[in-house]
């Protein structure tokens, strides 16, 4: 079980003190099958306890299925990071040690409503035309993952053709097997091409739309920074 410190706490409050508008987290859980779905329960209760603009809505994954078919969840444990919209933020799996800060990284971000992105990849991403699907494979204890999953799901603020999950590969060891996932951090674009390491902001969009290109037949010119 993971445990806020007095010290966590006050720094958390601080950081939630830059929220402008609510934040929904919405989490989907089951009550068997599940290791850490409880746990991830326990941390976001914990979590959204330390500001009024930060809620928690908790589905049910097999009862609830008209809400995880909206959320387009496949498994649990799953959060949904929610502002004034949905901008297609999701975690799978506990949320903890360097992918926790991630979290609230996106909470910030959500209700602000702005990506952070530097202006040359906002004007990248408007190349895109289709809808791409983005997943970061991580571990709590990888000290890379966090800037993989943090530039996807700020893509997945920017544009609303990106979606973004942080998946915990010890988690769902089903999805690591099918993506041949050999080290973390590492990329699916699309359920298909996939890349790995943290790169920098320039070169991980490019790899994103690359990615998205290829699967249309069409190559793109990498720009590094």
Known sequence: MIELTHKDRRQIEALFQKLEQPVKLIYFTQ?????????????????TALS????????????????AAQYRI???PATVVQGAKDYGIRFYGLPAGYEFVVLLEDIVRVSLGSSGLDPQSIKRLQELSR??????????????????????????IESDLITADMVEATEFPDLVQRYKVRGVPKTVVNGAVGFEGALPE????????????????VSTKTVSA
């Open 52 to 67: 009024d603009k930060v809620s928690l809505e908790v589905c049910n994954f097999q009862l609830d299925k008209e809400k």
């Open 131 to 156: 809808p791409v699907h983005l997943e970061v494979f991580a571990t709590p204890t990888c000290s890379y993952c966090p800037a993989a999953v943090r530039l996807a799901h700020q893509l997945a």
């Open 202 to 217: 320039s070169d991980f969009v490019a790899e994103v739309l690359n990615g998205a290109a290829a699967q249309e037949g």
């Open 31 to 47: 009550e068997i099958e599940c290791e850490l779905c409880s746990e991830t329960r326990q941390l976001l209760e914990t979590l």
């Open 74 to 76: 496949a498994q649990v």
